[in-house]
């Protein structure tokens, strides 16, 4: 009993089949992967694919040019002096001596002129910020088009939209810190913009500003706000936004072998990463290479803030430029209601702006909402197929455009020497007209592209080649689309339109639809009713062309 008491209770473990560590550092990594796993969690996720597109990587430019903006931000801190209180100038640069200034503009005056390295960083770190919001501009427009953002990804192309904004305010808050007197300015609108709210506009002042404007908490305030707050936002978001595009796979054009159940590409590693870490040093590099050779925010050259002066031809980044030109475009009107003052003129502006960017946000849940679709989709449109997604993605940059134009209407006036009334007047017009009429004509070019694709696979592509017929016409001989073309043109889905339910049911009942429905019926015959999308050829079709009836 004893013996086999002591075999069960202290029996030996069978030997491992595993080589020994080599040396000390394969010892070292067993030992952490025996503790946090790492070995089987990269196994699993390092040979994941993705597929190979240019479009693809304008996510990546938003990634790379955000550790960029991190990185320099960092190195700045340490010489930043986020204060409001009053210095006399004494540094090297000698236009500025002897001027009253904040610790944080000649902080920022030293960092340019005495730190070593400390003005291209400036550059970098302004310029990567101005890159960073076109690049994620620019990606969710690819989204936006190819309708990458349907089910599963819209609380995904949320996140994006968050990141956009929050990109845009911590620009804002970033370029506002040096204290300089465009910037000063900058503040001063928004404070006009802050104070033009009802009710609460002045308690949002009194928060933001420790009291009367300029007050003395201003640049503490951005300070934090700028470098703790919504980084810290922006981080949190990233993050969730690639273990989305990690969990529900990355979406790919369509093509032969491509369906919604697989992703064809390459593995993360090592093709993808080494590819990945190319594109950004060389992204790193050509934001090197343009902060070395084009100044951006000359703080030196405008002096510091003053708030009895302005600078000349004051303009935000462009960026926040739409959100002055809504203020420049609206007419000065005010009312009068129970003693108080309303401002329109800033008021109105103040409520169109949220409503600019929230259509962006909520687009995904609206069209699936009017397509009633379902499924998971993870092959992309080409834009030309859905004609008004398109046209609609296309008002709105037009829109975008005309506010950037109202809110330089003054360099527009003085550049090309006309009368800034005669500007503002054009815009104001604009405003209502260039998007319509750039809607119009984008659903009626993506209409005409797929008339020409359909004539492409019907009767396949011009050769060049000019033929006689025996009764003597002259014809062009066309040759058939290669099957990997013909897959190209028409492996698209479309969307037929929602049809209101039978007035009477089986039974004779009288069914009346409700508002919500009848508004979905009517956008839905908008969206892909007859005149929305050309119906595309069937197998029929191409197979009564190809075989010799008409074709040539």
């Given amino acids: 009993m004893s013996s086999a008491s002591s075999t069960t209770s202290g029996a030996a473990k069978p030997a491992s089949t595993r080589a020994k560590p080599a040396n000390k550092w394969e010892q070292a990594a067993d030992w952490t992967d025996g503790r946090l796993g790492i070995y089987s969690l990269a196994k699993a996720n390092l040979r994941k694919i993705f597929p190979d597109h240019w479009s693809f990587m304008l996510g990546e430019i938003c990634l790379y040019t955000f550790i960029i903006i991190i990185l320099t931000g960092v190195y700045l801190t340490l010489f930043f002096k986020p ?19 904040s610790e944080a503009y000649a902080s920022t005056v030293d960092i340019s002129f005495e730190v070593r390295g400390g003005l291209l960083v400036r550059q970098i770190h302004h310029w990567a910020a101005l890159v960073f919001v076109a690049a994620m501009l620019v990606h969710m427009m690819r989204v936006f088009f190819t309708g990458a ?11 994006g939209f968050l990141l956009l904004v929050l990109g845009m305010f911590d620009g804002f808050f970033g370029y506002s810190l040096p204290d300089d007197l465009l910037s000063g300015t900058g503040i001063r609108f928004m404070e006009g913009a802050i104070l033009a709210v009802p009710l609460v506009g002045t308690y949002i002042q009194m928060f933001l500003f420790g009291g009367e404007f300029p007050g003395t908490d201003i640049v503490p305030r951005f300070f ?52 990945a870490g190319g594109f950004f040093f060389l992204v790193f590099g050509l934001i090197a ?31 926040m430029g739409f959100s002055e030109g809504l203020i420049r475009l609206m007419p000065g009107w005010e009312i009068g209601l129970w003693g108080h003052t309303l401002n329109l003129g ?37 834009p030309r197929n859905a004609p008004v997604r398109t046209a609609l993605g296309a008002a709105w940059i037009s829109l975008y455009l005309i506010l ?134 069937t197998a029929e079709e191409h197979h009564e062309i190809t075989s010799g009836h008409g074709h040539h």
Avoid at 91 to 97: E, I
Avoid at 229 to 256: C, D, E, N, R, S
Avoid at 289 to 318: E, L
């Fill in 404 to 537: 950037l134009v109202a809110g330089g209407n003054d360099l527009f006036a003085t550049h090309l020497h006309l009368s800034i009334n005669s500007v503002t007047y054009a815009v104001r017009v604009g405003f209502f007209v260039v998007p319509v009429v750039v809607f119009i004509i984008t659903k009626r070019w993506c209409l005409g592209l797929q008339r020409r694709d359909k004539e492409k696979v019907l009767h396949g592509r011009e050769t060049g080649v000019i033929k006689r017929l025996p009764h003597g016409e002259f014809i062009e001989v066309h040759a058939q689309l290669p099957q990997q073309d013909l897959h190209k043109l028409t492996a698209h889905e479309q969307v037929q339109p929602f049809e209101l339910p039978a007035p009477t049911d089986e039974n004779g009942v009288a069914r009346k639809a409700g508002v919500l429905t009848r508004t979905r019926a009517k956008l839905s015959r908008g969206f892909y009713g007859e005149g929305s999308q050309i119906p595309k050829p």
């Fill in 83 to 101: 204060s409001m209180g009053e210095v006399i100038y004494d540094g090297s640069y000698v236009p500025l001596k002897g001027l009253p200034m």
């Fill in 346 to 382: 800033v008021l109105v502006p103040l409520a169109i702006f949220p409503l600019v960017l929230v259509s962006i946000a909520v687009y995904p849940f609206i069209e699936g909402w009017i397509t009633g679709d379902k499924r998971e989709h993870h092959i992309l449109d080409r």
């Fill in 149 to 159: 953002f349907r089910k599963p990804r819209e609380i995904n192309w949320v996140f």
């Fill in 289 to 319: 290479v343009i902060s070395a050779i084009a100044t951006i925010n000359p703080v030196w050259s405008v002096g510091p803030y003053r708030a009895d002066q302005v600078s000349t031809d004051a303009q935000p980044d462009w960026y």
């Fill in 224 to 275: 934090t706000i700028h470098v703790l707050l919504i980084p810290g936002i922006m981080l949190g978001l990233l993050v969730a936004h690639l273990i989305l595009v990690f969990y529900h796979k990355h979406t790919q054009w369509a093509g032969p072998g491509k369906t919604e159940k697989n992703v064809v590409g390459m593995p993360l590693m090592p093709v993808y990463m080494a590819k």
